[in-house]
């Protein structure tokens, strides 16, 4: 399976060491995930996506781009195949517009399933789908539920983004999944349109952080609150982090249950949604 990581602050902030040095940053983790990497960063609201299916801790394209990211919004992913080609087209993160999005996980059987799932695509968007992996087909899926709320040029309330993304994860179950003979695609995927970012767990393990047991930057960070070194208790925080594994140093981690989906809107206001859709108080 792959790995992901995904980060958003009020401030713009380098991630080198999530990506390269940290232990489980996403360097060391290609390792056992060779397959290629992608990092997508954002610039005025506008997304740049670097790809390539070279194993990251070996490409110095990776540690480059890595190393000199200063960005409010990053998404990052290594890949380990299980679907598709070794190829550029096929490395995550998949960028459309302003949206990037991330997979960690299979659907069983894809080829059996992957005409009736592009079908499901809108047709104005079926015609991107370049590569040929279940998540790229799962990211035009969430696209199209999304665009049901209006135009993808639009910034879509934090609500609108994650009922776009259970219903691309039941959309995937009720095409793909086999009960009966235990079937089901493994679907925990991350989502920005470098404002507002959001992620759910179904399948493989994702952790999330919103603060720190004590800021590195704390006496000459301008943008220091309280919520940046406990749990917030305004609803309001200065920094989202997701990844596949707890990466080391000062975060605390929490891990997302099955279903669960967390995220924050463009003004950084943390919302959490279990699995029985129900929106969960946030403020400690």
């Not at 493989?204 to 749990?231: G, H, I, N, Q, V």
């Amino acid at each position: 399976m792959c790995r992901l990581f995904g980060f958003r602050s009020v401030i713009q902030s380098q991630v080198h060491r999530s990506l390269l040095h940290a232990d489980n940053a996403l360097c060391q983790l290609s390792s056992d995930h060779p397959d290629g990497w992608g990092v997508a960063y954002y610039v005025d609201g506008t997304p740049h996506v670097t790809r390539s299916p070279a194993p990251a801790i070996d490409d110095q394209i990776f540690h480059r781009v890595s190393g000199v990211v200063a960005s409010e919004t990053v998404i990052a992913h290594v890949r380990k195949a299980t679907v598709g080609e070794l190829n550029v087209l096929n490395c995550h993160p998949f960028q459309h517009g302003r949206w990037t999005f991330a997979h960690n996980g299979d659907i069983k059987e894809f080829d059996q399933h992957r005409e009736a799932m592009v079908d499901q695509i809108a047709p104005r968007l079926r015609r991107y789908v370049l590569g040929d992996t279940d998540s790229e087909v799962i990211f035009f899926l969430f696209l199209t539920n999304l665009s049901r709320s209006g135009p993808l040029s639009n910034r879509f309330s934090i609500d609108e983004v994650v009922e776009a993304l259970r219903d691309t994860v039941e959309q995937v179950r009720a095409t793909c999944d086999d009960e009966a003979a235990e079937r089901r695609a493994l679907l925990t995927l991350l989502v920005t349109d470098g404002s507002t970012m959001a992620a759910t767990r179904s399948g493989k393990e994702l952790f999330w952080s919103t603060y720190k047991t004590r800021c590195a930057d704390r006496d000459t960070c301008p943008s220091l609150t309280p919520a940046c070194e406990a749990p917030t208790e305004t609803g309001f925080v200065n920094h989202l982090v997701f990844s596949s594994e707890p990466i080391a140093g000062e975060n605390i981690w929490h891990e997302m249950e099955r279903d669960e989906v967390v995220g924050v809107d463009w003004r950084m206001r943390l919302a959490r949604y279990n699995s029985n859709k129900k929106k969960l108080d946030v403020v400690a």
